[in-house]
């Protein structure tokens, strides 16, 4: 038996045509349901799937997946508004299989290598550069030191340089080396150390974690007035 | 050979593109049904010599004989076509054997998004976008020329008949009946 290779499959349909022959099972409502778990299996391997693909597989797993709960409940009415997944699953199967044959024919065809040729051959390396007469040497110099400039101006674009971004781990651990020789801090102290804007949120958000996790704890002695910084201490009750 | 046959040989001969009947019939001033009969003698008549008349629906070209492709090629000093990948060959024989296809009837039977394979089907020029005659927002896809020239064929026809070709192709099956008969499964081919 072969090993089926991640990625090999060309879609969705590919996959489950494999999953079911590889088992020799009839496709009826169980084998079908019994495959949904290894379907389900192999999307959750494909982790760089784009969304359009995860949608492909997402649209026959959930048929499947129907399919199932029929096969485990059959009491079970799902409304339909379309035909029966089953059917349906099993008639494009069907033309799948079809055409992968069709492909497989046209692989043979390809493989025997008779091509013909036309009058214009179609490879791109016969096709030759020619100038149009009116161009001179002169001007084919001028178009391209055109070209140069406007390659440097493109060079001279204002250029953003990237921020130095801090994280909030950091400034909790910077927060900590602080408070680690001081009794107590201030928050403003702590916010005038800050670079930028978003430094001082991240300053503000370390905090909060800080507090969370009972590592720091805060007292504010009136509205808008300035926040104290210290250590947490069991022995303080409340908060 | 007659002179309508004449005519259209010498003028696909100098041509460098694939010319329609339509347009055939314009230029030599005959109905398209004379045209018609015209061409199929004509591609009766080069079947066996070095030149092979090629008929796709985007028109009718003369070309070398695939049967000789390998000195053909060799004269050119040029590589043969680059062969065709899992995926871009699936999608050719769908659109092969279900011409005019749309995208979306493509994508129905391979059950996979195949916006990559189309584009690299019409980068090569294998298959051609053509406008939806009942949706004018929608396109359609048929091979072309090129994919005669590329596979070796004359035109489309030449390609087996499609239910004999995948006649033996049958799912491991029961017709998923509420009560199927499971003594009826039999195992595949």
Do not use: C, W
């Not at chain 1, 040729?117 to 001028?142: H, M, Q, W």
Request: charged share 25%.
């Amino acid at each position: 038996m072969h090993q089926v290779k991640v990625q090999q499959f060309e879609g969705p349909l590919d996959l489950l045509l494999s999953l079911i022959e590889e088992q020799k099972l009839d496709i009826t409502q169980i084998a079908l349901a019994q495959v949904t778990e290894q379907f389900l299996q192999y999307i959750r391997q494909l982790e760089q799937l784009d969304a359009t693909t995860l949608a492909d597989y997402l649209s026959i797993a959930a048929k499947l997946l129907v399919i199932k709960s029929r096969a485990i409940l059959p009491s079970l009415e799902v409304e339909m508004e379309e035909e029966d997944p089953a059917l349906d699953l099993t008639a494009k199967l069907l033309l799948y299989k079809q055409f992968k044959e069709a492909a497989k024919y046209f692989k043979q065809l390809d493989n025997r290598e008779r091509q013909s040729f036309t009058r214009a051959t179609a490879f791109s390396e016969r096709i030759n550069f020619y100038p149009d007469a009116a161009v001179t040497t002169g001007l084919l110099r001028k178009n391209i030191l055109n070209v140069l400039q406007s390659l440097r101006e493109l060079d001279n674009l204002p250029k953003a340089q990237i921020k130095e971004a801090i994280s909030i781990q950091e400034k909790i651990d910077q927060l900590q080396v602080h408070l680690s020789s001081q009794i107590e801090t201030k928050l403003s102290t702590l916010l005038a150390g800050a670079k930028n804007k978003s430094e001082a949120i991240v300053t503000f958000l370390a905090l909060l974690e800080l507090i969370k996790q009972k590592i720091f704890m805060v007292d504010q002695e009136a509205l808008f007035a300035d926040v104290t910084i210290r250590k947490y201490e069991k022995s303080e009750t409340e908060h | 050979m007659t002179d309508l046959q004449s005519q259209i040989q010498s003028i696909l001969f100098v041509s460098n593109k694939p010319l329609t009947r339509k347009a055939l019939a314009k230029i030599t001033g005959q109905d398209e049904s004379a045209v018609r009969q015209a061409l199929a003698e004509l591609a009766e008549l080069h079947k066996d010599s070095g030149i092979v008349l090629l008929e796709a629906d985007e028109g009718y070209q003369l070309a070398s004989n695939s049967a000789n492709s390998e000195i053909v090629k060799n004269f050119l000093n040029a590589d043969l076509r680059e062969k065709l990948t899992e995926a871009t060959v699936e999608a050719l024989a769908i659109i092969a054997y279900r011409q005019p296809i749309s995208k979306a009837e493509l994508e129905a039977i391979r059950g996979v998004n195949s916006q990559y394979s189309l584009r690299a089907l019409l980068m090569r020029g294998l298959v051609e976008k053509i406008p939806n005659p009942d949706d004018a927002r929608g396109s359609l896809y048929r091979v072309t020329t090129e994919f005669l020239q590329h596979l070796g064929l004359t035109r489309v026809e030449d390609l087996p008949d499609f239910t004999e070709l995948v006649a033996k192709i049958k799912l491991p099956e029961i017709p998923p009946a509420e009560t199927g008969d499971p003594q009826k499964g039999s195992p595949e081919q």
